[in-house]
């Protein structure tokens, strides 16, 4: 009977063991790219976006665009048109891995062209999520080519290109997408 106790002594020993080693979590990583204009603080992709969005903003005639820094103030401040994606990875993030993410991550998007960093920045327990307002990205592009004071005639710039990329301590990636975009001035009030 000692004998059959001590072998069920090291049997338990080496299983729990083996659990203990067997529980280290994965590797983390991105399990799924969402691209999405709309996320809440808690992850939820409101607004889930699909490749090729065309974008479609009606402005009211008192807020007629004469400029491209017009129609990009606009977009910016009432339309709030938001391109952006949510990181999901493939388990829930320790402590300490949420820190290191904080600490190194940036995102970048590069709109016809043109770089530049991400506005926004969310992480939640499984995902990360960043954004940047389609009116800085317009303003931006124009403005390096010396266009922002210029008339907006939307199909000298759309569609275009797309490419947000992504990087913190561990992880890394990019995404494309095409958007298209189209703005109506609402009829004068009477």
Same mark, same amino acid.
Not at 51 to 69: A, F, G, H, R
Not at 86 to 99: G, I, T
Not at 122 to 131: A, R
């Given at each position: 009977?000692?004998l059959l106790w001590k072998n069920a002594k090291s049997t338990f020993?080496?299983?729990?063991?083996?659990?203990?080693?067997?529980?280290?979590?994965?590797?983390?990583?991105?399990?799924?790219?969402?691209?999405?204009?709309?996320?809440?603080?808690?992850?939820?992709?409101?607004?889930?976006?699909?490749?090729?969005?065309?974008?479609?903003?009606?402005?009211?005639?008192?807020?007629?665009?004469?400029?491209?820094?017009?129609?990009?103030?606009y977009l910016y401040f009432h339309a709030r048109e938001t391109p952006?994606?949510?990181?999901?990875?493939?388990?829930? *993030?320790?402590? #300490?891995?949420? +820190?290191?993410?904080?600490?190194?991550?940036?995102?970048? =998007? /590069?709109? &016809?062209?043109?770089?530049?960093?991400?506005?926004?920045?969310?992480?939640?327990?499984?995902?990360?999520?960043?954004?940047?307002?389609?009116?800085? *990205?317009?303003? #931006?592009?124009? +403005?390096?080519?010396?266009?922002?004071?210029?008339?907006? =005639? /939307?199909? &000298?710039?759309?569609?275009?290109?797309?490419?947000?990329?992504?990087?913190?301590?561990?992880?890394?990636?990019?995404?494309?997408?095409?958007?298209?975009?189209?703005?109506?001035?609402?009829?004068?009030?009477?």
């Amino acid at each position: 009977m000692l004998l059959l106790w001590k072998n069920a002594k090291s049997t338990f020993t080496l299983l729990s063991l083996l659990l203990f080693f067997a529980c280290e979590p994965a590797v983390l990583s991105v399990s799924k790219v969402e691209l999405c204009d709309y996320f809440t603080r808690d992850g939820i992709c409101k607004e889930p976006t699909a490749l090729n969005k065309k974008y479609s903003v009606d402005i009211p005639n008192i807020k007629k665009p004469q400029t491209w820094e017009d129609l990009g103030n606009y977009l910016y401040f009432h339309a709030r048109e938001t391109p952006g994606f949510v990181l999901r990875m493939n388990r829930k *993030m320790s402590p #300490e891995e949420r +820190k290191n993410i904080k600490e190194t991550y940036f995102a970048m =998007y /590069e709109f &016809s062209g043109v770089r530049g960093k991400m506005e926004g920045f969310e992480i939640g327990e499984d995902w990360i999520g960043s954004f940047n307002y389609l009116g800085s *990205m317009v303003k #931006e592009k124009q +403005k390096r080519e010396n266009r922002l004071n210029q008339y907006p =005639y /939307e199909t &000298s710039l759309f569609p275009t290109d797309l490419e947000f990329t992504w990087s913190a301590k561990g992880i890394s990636g990019s995404t494309k997408t095409r958007i298209d975009f189209v703005y109506h001035v609402l009829p004068a009030e009477k």
